[in-house]
């Protein structure tokens, strides 16, 4: 339910990581911009149930990630590899429906043998995780959202962070689902500029973002 410092985030981002990740620059608030796909050279490709998915890594935890309608699961290229540098197998669907969400939260746990699970996702791919997290509520260990669109019901106590930039149309969205949801690890974390979901990856917050996703991701839950 905090609402992050940005000064201290930065701070600590000087300190802890240097990224960029992949995507278009734009200045669409509430939808994403064209995609622009990363490189090519990826872990590998794996079938899952009709589609595809990417894997980077083979760590003991699992980071299930959903990209925005413009997007594809390539475009999680740069964050995919800080995150498995972390120790993490990170799995990028394809299909960010409720049924690829559901057979990839499968394959991490079942088939990589992981022991938790952090959902992530941007904008169209937030939404449908919250979407199935209101249903099912204990398939994610932890949730990471940049620029969800809509407020849900029924979230877990996982620990949540709800990432957006304060000049976009949906920020509300993201500070309303961290003071509402249920659980004491709830926090929004609302950026400078309007770049929407993981535009702000191309943006000059690039650091932050990605710096506050690690950050999270490596603290213990």
């Given at each position: 339910m905090r609402r992050s410092s940005l000064p201290a985030l930065l701070a600590l981002v000087a300190v802890a990581v240097v990224a960029f990740g992949c995507g278009n620059g734009g200045d669409e608030e509430s939808t994403d911009d064209p995609a622009v796909t990363g490189p090519s050279a990826m872990v590998e490709r794996i079938e899952l149930d009709g589609t595809s998915a990417l894997v980077w890594g083979d760590g003991p935890r699992g980071a299930l990630l959903a990209h925005g309608a413009a997007f594809d699961a390539a475009s999680w290229q740069d964050q995919a590899d800080q995150i498995a540098a972390l120790g993490f197998t990170v799995l990028a669907v394809e299909d960010t429906g409720h049924d690829g969400l559901i057979a990839g939260e499968a394959y991490l746990r079942d088939d990589a043998d992981v022991g938790d699970v952090a959902f992530i996702g941007g904008s169209a791919g937030a939404d449908s995780m919250l979407s199935l997290l209101s249903e099912q509520p204990d398939l994610a260990d932890q949730v990471i959202l940049l620029s969800p669109n809509r407020v849900v019901e029924g979230l877990g106590t996982q620990p949540k962070l709800f990432i957006a930039s304060e000049d976009e149309a949906v920020t509300d969205v993201s500070t309303e689902l961290a003071d509402s949801s249920l659980g004491d690890q709830n926090e929004s974390l609302i950026?400078?500029?309007?770049?929407?979901?993981q535009n702000m990856f191309a943006s000059d917050q690039a650091d932050a973002?990605?710096?506050?996703?690690?950050?999270?991701?490596d603290s213990p839950s």
């Open positions: 950026l400078p500029g309007s770049a929407h979901a973002v990605i710096g506050a996703i690690l950050e999270r991701l």
